[in-house]
Every structure is written in C-alpha cells, then in structure tokens.
C-alpha cells in the first residue's frame, strides 16, 4: 500500500509541477494536505498563482471540483445547499451547494463575513454537513483549498482562530524568480496552461494513499520531540495561546505525509521541523496580537521554539 502513495504523490507532483513553476515548497503543501486528508490555506497577495495552484491539483485528480468566490454577500446556504419546497412533488427537496465535492477551492476566503465563513468548520473538521436536523456525508477523498487576501487589504475580515485551526497547513506561494516567471509568459502563450491538464490519480488512490499515511513508522522519540515542541509554544512568554490537541494531531498527521511525499515509509526529524512554522504559526495567538504584522511576528516565534528544542538522536 506505502508503494501506492509513493506512485499517487510522484504524479500529483509531476502533473502540477507542468503549470504551477518554480513553487515546489507549494506544490508539496497541497499533496501534504490531500495525503493527510486535511485542508491548505495559501494565504498571499493577489495574482501570484494561489488559485493556479488549486486548479492544478483539481485538475490532477480524477474526481469533482467546485469553486466558490466569497464575497461579502455570500450566505452559509450558498456554500453547503439548502432545502427548496417542490410544488409539484409536495415536499422539500435538497439542493447541494458547492461543498459536496472532491476539491474544494475557497477563492479569497477571507472577503465573506466570519458567520458565512464559519459554515466550513464542520465539513473540514468532520467531512459532513448538518442542514435543518438532517446530517449529510460529503464525498471522499474531501480537501479544502483556501486563498486569503493579507488583512491588510481592504474589504477583507480576520479569520476566526476555530476556522484557521481547520487548515493543516498555511503558506505563501511568493513572486516567482525572473527566469521563472519569464517562462510563465512564454506557457500562457497558447491559452491558460492548467486547462491542459489531463487526471493523473483517481479518488480510489488518493484513500489508499491516506490509508498508507496513517501506517508510516513514527518513532516514541520523535513523537516526544513533535510533542515537546507543541509544549513549548503552551510555555512560550511571546504567546497568549499554544497549540491545542487537535493541532497536534494535524501536526503529527502532516508529518507522516510529508514523509510520504519524500519516498520514506518513516518519519524524520526534519519532517517535524520543516512543518512547525506553516502547521502551527497560525494556529497560535501573540500577546500582542492586536498589532499588524502578526503573521510574520508569529512565524519568527514557532521557529525560535523550535530553534530552542533538542532534535533527539
């Protein structure tokens, strides 16, 4: 089975890498996400290839794809459906919204208030949706692909801290390298490149894939660093809030499949230091937090923490 996510995540990378250039570091947060069976914030300016990225992995897998564009009007029944009276039949039918699909791309989360936001939470946290009494599964696999805005750009609302705990993962996607986005320009010249992209992996494969994850070897040592590190941030005087379980769960999780994604069947202490600033810098809350700048701020303390922590040997 570990043969069958080694083969998944080498496609899924090759596929994407054919539009998403010089972002490999972004291209493995997506397949981390998929093979954990979590969700990815790419959280950066606009127009540097955040939603690129999304369709690039949707486009690789061989399942349903929806987008929503949140906007400030953007309703909770608009995201997960909603029940419609049928005249003719005499009773309530459901309508899907966009959440019942493979890959979920939430363009410019941040845009739509915190109330319609927060209409993900149970989908991403437990992969249902609950609809007047009634509890509805979403399909599997089921992985949410978030954009944001930075806050400071105007027309955008604070994530709120039980939304952001939903995405294992949070990076930026950078302005590419002049030779790099040179050939960008030269890839659009025919049309837009990620339109090309043909299925390389089926839904069946990317749940044995996950299956495989949760079977990678994870030594008491190293879970006792990942655990030390989750510690610290509870202990740290620059935080008001550490990491909570659930985080720690996604963390331990996240590593496994990075390990995948690196053709280990094991896990390895750079896995857990690789992934400590984008799995649980935004997961925590700065004395200061009211001050801008928080994102940076709150990186630099993660990666001091684990500076400050000893690798086992």
Do not use: W
């Not at 090759?14 to 972002?23: I, S």
């Not at 939430?106 to 927060?118: C, F, L, M, V, Y």
């Amino acid at each position: 089975m570990i043969d069958v996510a080694f083969s998944t995540a080498k496609r899924l990378q090759e596929n994407m890498e054919k539009v998403v250039l010089g972002k490999p570091e972004v291209v493995r947060s997506l397949l981390i996400a998929v093979l954990a069976g979590e969700h990815v914030l790419l959280d950066d300016v606009p127009g540097v290839g955040k939603t690129l990225a999304a369709k690039a992995l949707a486009r690789s897998l061989d399942g349903v794809f929806t987008r929503v564009q949140f906007t400030p009007d953007l309703l909770p029944s608009d995201i997960l459906g909603s029940n419609l009276y049928r005249s003719d039949l005499h009773e309530f039918e459901f309508n899907q919204g966009p959440v019942f699909a493979n890959v979920v791309l939430a363009d410019e989360i941040n845009r739509a208030p915190p109330r319609t936001q927060s209409a993900l939470l149970e989908a991403m946290s437990e992969g249902q949706v609950s609809i007047d009494g009634t509890t509805r599964a979403l399909p599997k696999p089921f992985t949410v692909v978030a954009t944001q805005n930075p806050i400071e750009f105007e027309g955008t609302y604070r994530l709120p801290e039980s939304q952001l705990d939903r995405f294992l993962l949070r990076t930026s996607v950078g302005y590419p390298q002049p030779d790099v986005e040179r050939d960008v320009l030269r890839s659009h010249c025919n049309g837009e490149p990620v339109d090309q992209l043909s299925p390389v992996v089926s839904c069946h494969e990317v749940l044995e894939s996950q299956e495989a994850v949760r079977k990678v070897r994870f030594e008491d040592s190293l879970i006792s660093y990942l655990l030390a590190v989750v510690d610290a941030t509870r202990q740290s005087e620059d935080l008001q809030v550490g990491v909570s379980t659930r985080a720690a769960l996604s963390y331990f999780r996240g590593c496994q499949a990075r390990a995948v994604c690196m053709e280990r069947d094991y896990v390895v202490p750079d896995d857990i230091k690789s992934l400590a600033v984008p799995v649980l810098s935004h997961r925590v809350v700065l004395k200061d937090s009211f001050m801008t700048g928080d994102r940076s701020r709150a990186e630099q303390v993660v990666h001091e923490i684990v500076q400050r922590v000893t690798v086992p040997v």
